[in-house]
């Protein structure tokens, strides 16, 4: 395969929006395991994560065709001008979706038996926006499935922990996915197809990213509340995500919709990426002080 050919595969899939996924997880193997596991599971979560989304973000893209060519924001995608042949993108869904069971499989048997909700979840979505108008709390409920997924790998359980951490990714998902799809408003009611902007408005949709993200803060608060290894670094941080989220909400009036691409792109890679950090120092320092006392 050559370079272009791997770009327009990349566009198509848009690996740069594991930025928003991949960290997450990370994050969570970070605060989940209990012993640290072997470096073969570590692997084989992070190939479950990659290709489930993989596999998710293909059909997705083969699905929406019809609509993708139309649209005058996403016309100019690879597989809505026929750069990628839908042939494909049925070779990259069963790939990906071949590597998820296998990874899963190789990480333990609970993990294999349940893999089928999360196809289910990811395949659903897709369609969701034809049949509901509240897609986006679909693609919530995928995320808020990575730690408990990961829960699960680690430790064979679902901890409280996981719990809090899966509201907060899906609530920041659904969040950011309502201001997203503002952009597909007018276009959306044109051609039927259904979306929270769609039933309630731009305004009242806006409000009710924000109080998403409330739930986002909340739900990390809790989270560093009962995590054993919270210390003031975390606290710290999460007041910079807050600040993040607020920052986020100021770039989107009801009337100017322009900044749209910087909150979602710039400021949520920002706020996954500053989370994954967060955990780490605050999970080093935690160790510090804990060989101070010995």
Not at 73 to 97: C, D, M, Y
Not at 244 to 260: A, G, P, R, W
Request: aromatic content about 18%.
């Amino acid at each position: 395969m050559g370079l272009n050919r791997f770009k327009l595969y990349s566009e198509l899939l848009k690996l740069e929006h594991t930025i928003f996924a991949l960290p997450f997880g990370l994050s969570s193997i970070w605060i989940l395991l209990k012993n640290f596991p072997s470096l073969e599971k570590i692997f084989f979560i992070i190939l479950a994560l990659i290709s489930a989304r993989t596999s998710g973000m293909a059909l997705n893209r083969l699905l929406d065709k019809p609509w993708d060519e139309i649209n005058p924001r996403t016309k100019f995608w690879p597989h809505a001008r026929g750069l990628v042949k839908n042939w494909e993108i049925k070779i990259i869904v069963f790939l990906s979706l071949a590597l998820f069971f296998f990874a899963c499989s190789r990480i333990n048997r609970l993990t294999l038996f349940l893999s089928p909700l999360v196809v289910f979840l990811l395949w659903f979505y897709p369609l969701a926006k034809r049949i509901l108008y509240y897609p986006h709390l679909i693609l919530g409920l995928i995320y808020f499935l990575i730690p408990v997924a990961t829960d699960i790998a680690l430790n064979e359980d679902v901890s409280l922990l996981s719990i809090f951490l899966g509201i907060a990714m899906g609530s920041w998902v659904s969040g950011f996915d309502i201001l997203y799809s503002l952009q597909d408003y007018e276009f959306d009611r044109k051609v039927g197809l259904k979306s929270i902007p769609v039933k309630f408005g731009i305004e009242k949709s806006i409000k009710i990213a924000r109080f998403l993200h409330v739930t986002t803060f909340v739900s990390l608060l809790l989270l560093g509340i009962f995590y054993s290894k919270t210390t003031w670094i975390y606290y710290l941080g999460l007041l910079l995500i807050a600040l993040f989220l607020v920052y986020e909400h100021s770039l989107i009036k009801k009337d100017d919709l322009s900044k749209i691409n910087k909150a979602f792109f710039t400021v949520n890679g920002f706020i996954s990426l500053l989370f994954f950090f967060l955990i780490v120092i605050n999970n080093w320092f935690y160790g510090l002080t804990m060989n101070s006392y010995k």
